[in-house]
T-cell receptor, first 116, second 113 residues
Framework: GAVVSQHPSRVICKSGTSVKIECRSLDFQATTMFWYRQFPKQSLMLMATSNEGSKATYEQGVEKDKFLINHASLTLSTLTVTSAHPEDSSFYIC????????????FGEGSRLTVL | QQQVKQSPQSLIVQKGGISIINCAYENTAFDYFPWYQQFPGKGPALLIAIRPDVSEKKEGRFTISFNKSAKQFSLHIMDSQPGDSATYFCAASQGDSGYALNFGKGTSLLVTP
């Protein structure tokens, strides 16, 4: 099956620093990648959609200057949380859509961010 | 605005029983309806999915029933096992939006021995 890898799985940082999370599709080309945020015992909230080589499309209420998304290649997307604050602490999950497998999304294992 | 409504919020089923989770949607443009299983601290894993051209899909112990006119779909887990204890999310998407998933709020399933 298709594999999506996220790194790091856990990260702790100080308030005011920036954190980068990588999302890689290991065995397929991801035409589109999605970034989700999940608070404890809650559902996944879509943050943004990124297509390879173009700017990400952010959902309403998501600050694009705070959550920088780059989709430089068909196998890699990155989410950078800039000037992180404690309220940014959350579980961030990426998903990728494979070219030729319309609709089917594969999720990474998630990245737990804790901002002190 | 929650585009996909899921119930119940939590469910307790005895081992060997049938677990049933229901979802409803409003957007008739949705054309892909997957179910995901999530264990604590892990990303969601695709369980089974259906498109609106069929009314039922079965894979092993998991069955999706789809009612297009009622805009409802449900997940049935037959012969539920303790290892099935997890959070289940229904979702819906449409091709025109690039298949960004709209998730239900999730159902926490506990299968007791």
């Amino acid at each position: 099956g298709a594999v999506v890898s996220q790194h790091p799985s856990r990260v702790i940082c100080k308030s005011g620093t920036s954190v980068k999370i990588e999302c890689r599709s290991l065995d397929f080309q991801a035409t589109t990648m999605f970034w989700y945020r999940q608070f404890p015992k809650q559902s996944l909230m879509l943050m943004a959609t990124s297509n390879e080589g173009s700017k990400a499309t952010y959902e309403q209420g998501v600050e694009k200057d705070k959550f920088l998304i780059n989709h430089a290649s068909l196998t890699l997307s990155t989410l950078t949380v800039t000037s992180a604050h404690p309220e940014d602490s959350s579980f961030y999950i990426c998903s990728a859509r494979s070219r030729g497998r319309a609709g089917e999304l594969f999720f990474g294992e998630g990245s737990r961010l804790t901002v002190l | 605005q929650q585009q996909v409504k899921q119930s119940p919020q939590s469910l307790i089923v005895q081992k060997g029983g049938i677990s049933i989770i229901n979802c409803a949607y409003e957007n008739t443009a949705f054309d892909y309806f997957p179910w995901y299983q999530q264990f604590p601290g892990k990303g969601p894993a695709l369980l089974i999915a259906i498109r609106p051209d069929v009314s039922e899909k079965k894979e092993g112990r998991f069955t999706i029933s789809f009612n297009k006119s009622a805009k409802q779909f449900s997940l049935h887990i037959m012969d539920s096992q303790p290892g099935d204890s997890a959070t289940y999310f229904c979702a819906a998407s449409q091709g025109d939006s690039g298949y960004a998933l709209n998730f239900g709020k999730g159902t926490s399933l506990l299968v007791t021995p």
